[in-house]
């Protein structure tokens, strides 16, 4: 039985402490994003379109290969848009970071609504106002991208995304923190 317990525990703290480095490695991701806000806004837009254009090359295998299950047209044209999406964005590079400029505001709007949701939903445990702070960043960061666009938009990317990225993480290590304190306050308790 403690052999179990013990194992159990043994995890957990692998698991807190894998959190908890990820959390500390993607902040300094997230400094090094707005260090060089140009660089990394460019990095998104071509990786983004490198994801797009192998996403309709893979969907493009797959409707040939189930060609004879029926939707071969929808599946063809859809991989194509896909493709071209992709290779627009590696040709049209500065047409990609408006574009991408108006998703990403999209997205940390969307992302920081769920956020405060989940923040109020965790209320109950200690610290969960860092949940809530990052929540309320995330919206801003939305908001600011918003009201910028596209003014901004060749740095923007970039100084936002590491800024999500800092907000995100710290929240996590927060989070880590405080489950690596229950979990010590529980296993001196079971002692």
């Keep these: ?16 402490n894998a959190s908890l480095w990820t959390g500390i490695v993607l902040i300094l991701l997230g400094i090094a994003a707005i260090a060089a806000p ?9 990786w983004t379109a490198l994801i797009l254009t192998s996403a309709g090359f893979a969907k493009l295998v797959y409707a040939t290969q ?18 071209a999406t ?15 400029t108006l998703l990403l505001g999209s997205f940390l709007l969307t992302e920081g609504t769920f956020e ?26 939305g908001g600011i991208i918003w009201f910028q ?12 995304l590491g800024a999500s990225v800092i907000s995100t993480d710290i929240s996590r290590v927060m989070l880590s923190l405080n489950a690596r304190s229950i979990l010590n306050d529980s296993s001196q308790a079971t002692v």
């Design 1 to 16: 039985m403690t052999t179990n317990v013990s194992t159990e525990t043994s995890k957990n703290v692998k698991n807190i």
């Design 38 to 46: 140009m660089v990394s806004t460019i990095f998104a837009e071509t």
């Design 66 to 83: 189930t060609r004879h299950e029926g939707g071969f047209v929808w599946k063809l044209l859809l991989s194509a848009i896909y493709i």
């Design 86 to 100: 992709g290779i627009m964005l590696f040709v049209n590079p500065l047409t990609g970071i408006l574009t991408l």
């Design 116 to 141: 405060l949701i989940l923040a109020f939903r965790l209320r109950p445990q200690q610290n969960w106002t860092w949940a809530l702070g990052n929540g309320i960043v995330t919206l801003l960061l």
């Design 149 to 160: 666009y596209p003014t901004n938009a060749p740095w923007l990317i970039g100084t936002v």
